[in-house]
């Protein structure tokens, strides 16, 4: 009783905040909705533990500590280094390890390697804009003890993915394709732990000439040149789109996986990216993230027997007002609560991180901070959740068996305890 009290406090406290939305979208998102949120967070997120301490004595108190977590929260990383300022930048890399266990690193061919033969993965490297060379972003994911994705080997929309300098030619594509992905497992081996093997690859009638069955081959070089260690997933759809391109989305993963393709994931992703469009589901005139729609969605994706990655998501304020911040953040709540609660969610990844550091075209205040990398409350929000809400920290006792149980949250804690020699011992442990 007492934690479904503070459950209910924690969502009073973000709703009484939230100007601007309606009561239509309160509705929605009602009680009877967070309360099913709350017991399938409850069920497919936590693990029972039971914990042998031999040299402690009956009745020790035992101090539980989560210090990681198992489901991965994420962001893209593209404006590693390019803020205005030394402090600017030192507070975007500690996001990294304090709000984010997993960054998204950029690989697109395109700025990877706009000239042949010179690609861009030293420090040294020329700048392009959100695509910062590739091996300081990998040395500093390593000494963050960072989650890394490489996104993507291979783009499916010809002009957003490929090098001006590549050929029309589908042959010789092809064979610069499987150069390309032996090139990139040569050089970062296992240290990228997750790729993308090809990104958006559904439509690609309308999408430029590409080699044939290039999905299927891409993923066979990957599986070639890439260590057994390393995961690939798909990353296609958005989950607003309608229904029947995502359930073609799951016929092509299964087909993939039917010819022997390891596919270990499925992405999706997620884009608010117009102001207006946010405007009207705070409003509650636009269904299309409802939590039914949503579920929905991700028990389609399920039908793939594949965990998800909620793969890039932005959620757009309104306009950079306090009533538009606080939208927001009321959305970014619910969203986030329901994916977590999935039970085939295994990631989310946040594609934006500052205001103003989205491509040409999307919205300037779809950030967790804003453009002086002040916090909105959009992070205020996710800070909440993801190391508050969802960490478990607790102190209990040793029992006449010298166990201590617990229920927790899936993933490392630290243990700390006195022994029976009065020497204070903390033990590592994996809630699973």
Sequence with gaps: MRKLLMICASLMAVSASAQGISDKYRAIWGDSVQMSIDRQ????????????????????????????????????IFLYGQLDSPEKNRTYEATFGELFNSATLPFYWKTLEPVKGQPRYA??????????ATDPLVDFCEQKGLHMKGHAMIYGIRSWGHPTWMSDDREVMEREFEAHIKELAKRYKGRIHNWDVVNECLDQANRGVMPDDYTYKS???????????????????DMRWDVKRIRRYVEIVRDLVDRGARVDYMGIQMHILRPKLASAIAAGESDVLNPDKIWQRLNILSEAERP?????????????????????????????????????????TWWNMVDGGAVAGEPSYS??????????????????????????????????????????????????????????????????
């Design 367 to 432: 950030g967790l901070f804003d453009m002086n990398m002040k916090r909105k409350p959009s992070y205020e929000v996710l800070d909440n959740l993801i190391n508050h809400e969802w960490k478990t920290r607790l102190s209990t006792k040793v029992d006449a068996e010298r166990n201590i149980s617990f229920r927790g949250f899936r993933g490392d804690y630290k243990i700390t305890y006195t022994n029976r020699k009065g020497e204070s011992v903390t033990i590592d442990y994996k809630l699973q």
């Design 123 to 132: 420090a040294e490297s020329p700048y392009e804009y959100r695509r910062p």
């Design 219 to 237: 993923w066979s070089w990957a599986m070639k040149y890439f260590p057994k260690s390393v995961t690939f997933n798909s990353n296609e759809c």
């Design 308 to 348: 998800i990655f909620i793969s890039e998501v932005t959620v757009s304020a309104t306009d950079d007002s306090e009533e538009g911040r606080a939208i927001q953040k009321m959305l970014a709540h619910n969203l986030y609560r329901i994916w977590f609660s999935h039970p085939q969610v295994a990631g989310v």
């Design 41 to 76: 967070i409850e069920k497919n997120r936590k693990a029972d533990a039971v914990i042998r301490l031999k040299d402690a004595a009956v009745g020790t108190e035992v101090k539980v500590e989560q210090v990681s977590h198992e489901f991965i929260f994420g962001s893209n």
